[in-house]
């Protein structure tokens, strides 16, 4: 099975940039359909964008629009998020997920977590 490793969150001021990492070591992660989702406090896990297994098609929740880049690095088996302009609403912890299939299967449920980074926005 696919182990996700999340990374690269943490404390930013608000207007600041992040980005966060998610890696596989398994040789079929480019295979995969990943998506990051948000689970903020009090709220229901987002799903705040997704990227197609070999990275031809992205998709981004309305709130990541315009912000928000998902990309990823097929040789180094890691999908990103980049995150600028960042807003106090964006505090949440991120999971990686992946799903065989497309971006519809990711919007669906994703079969496969990571154990998620915490993204802290500050006024």
């Known amino acids: 099975q696919v182990h996700l490793v999340e990374s690269g969150g943490g404390l930013v001021q608000a207007g600041g940039s992040l980005r966060l990492s998610c890696t596989a070591a398994?040789?079929?992660?480019?295979?995969?359909?990943i998506g990051w989702f948000r689970q903020a406090p009090g709220k229901e896990r987002e799903l705040v964008a997704a990227?197609?297994?070999?990275?031809?098609?992205?998709s981004y929740a309305v709130s990541a629009k315009g912000r928000f880049t998902i990309s990823r690095d097929i040789d180094n088996n890691t999908v990103y998020l980049q995150m600028n302009s960042l807003k106090i609403e964006d505090t949440g912890i991120y999971f990686c997920?992946?799903?065989?299939?497309?971006?519809?299967?990711?919007?669906?449920?994703?079969?496969?977590w990571g154990q998620g980074t915490q993204v802290t926005v500050a006024s």
């Open positions: 997920a992946a799903e065989r299939g497309g971006l519809a299967a990711v919007r669906a449920g994703p079969s496969l």
């Open positions: 398994d040789h079929t992660f480019s295979t995969l359909a």
């Open positions: 990227v197609s297994r070999f990275g031809a098609a992205t």
